[in-house]
């Protein structure tokens, strides 16, 4: 009995080893099912203030009101709009310049310090004189989101470039390739793989960040609806808005793992 307990682990805990497609589709409908009895189990039995935390069906009837009555569609693609504004603003800075890092030494030596320093301060004590330069309007929270992910997506993509192999840049320049080709032929098309896993987890990031953006003087985007749920003590469009979040961060995390495969067919093996 104990051996047959053994092989069964040891055929559920491979090391590094690829799951099938169906084994995937249920534990990843297994532990959003748990969650959700647990959290009505928990209403449904009187563990909780159902003020504080209200059952799932409540949250969900509120969701489709919010969407259907009063017009939170548009707050979420004010917040859309932002968050894709903010990263796009930071990948334009941050790949160049993460790239450069990694492959020029002497880039890295001047701007490793400053980066390094900048990623260690919250982002959202920048706030008070973001509000003072820039006023009330969009400029502070793209600043915020911008802020939030720029320095992290520098440093990732500077060590991912850093990490290409040694052999394959020496390869090049014994072939004759000068920097701009070993740079932009051999370094770019090596590392860009990476570069795309990079910017698919720092987009979450700024996601986070999204709440934080839309409570500075806001009236629109889901932050924004949060905080006026706040003030009537409306748990259950709080919960809505956390949970659209969520969504809508899955469902662009979907779409760059989807654009990962499809540039990169060749390493799905691999991973």
């Not at 203030?49 to 548009?74: K, M």
């Not at 991912?160 to 032929?185: C, D, M, P, S």
Request: charged share 15%.
């Amino acid at each position: 009995m104990s051996k047959v307990a053994t092989g069964r682990n040891s055929r559920f805990l491979k090391v590094r080893t690829p799951v099938s497609r169906r084994q995937i589709l249920i534990s990843a409908f297994a532990i959003w099912i748990a969650f959700f009895a647990v959290w009505i189990a928990a209403t449904a039995m009187g563990w909780v203030n159902p003020i504080l935390v209200p059952s799932p069906v409540d949250v969900f009837g509120t969701t489709v009101r919010l969407f259907t009555d009063q017009g939170f569609g548009a707050d979420v693609l004010i917040s859309i709009a932002r968050v894709l504004a903010a990263f796009a603003l930071a990948s334009l800075v941050a790949v160049p310049l993460g790239v450069a890092m990694g492959a020029f030494p002497a880039i890295d030596a001047i701007f490793s310090p400053f980066v390094s320093a900048w990623r260690y301060l919250p982002a959202p004590s920048f706030i008070p004189i973001l509000l003072m330069w820039f006023g009330t309007g969009e400029a502070p929270k793209l600043a915020l989101l911008f802020l939030g992910v720029i320095f992290f997506l520098i440093t990732l993509i500077a060590d991912h470039t850093k990490e290409i192999r040694k052999e394959l840049i020496e390869t090049a320049l014994t072939l004759g390739a000068n920097r701009r080709v070993t740079v932009f032929q051999v370094m770019l098309p090596a590392v860009l793989p990476n570069v795309i896993v990079a910017m698919r987890q720092m987009l979450a990031v700024v996601w986070t960040y999204l709440v934080i953006a839309e409570i500075v003087a806001s009236t629109t985007g889901i932050g924004a609806m949060m905080m006026r749920a706040r003030r009537f003590l409306h748990t259950d469009e709080i919960l809505a808005g956390i949970i659209v979040i969520g969504a809508l961060g899955l469902v662009f995390d979907m779409i760059f793992a989807a654009l990962h495969r499809r540039l990169f067919p060749y390493l799905q093996g691999t991973r």
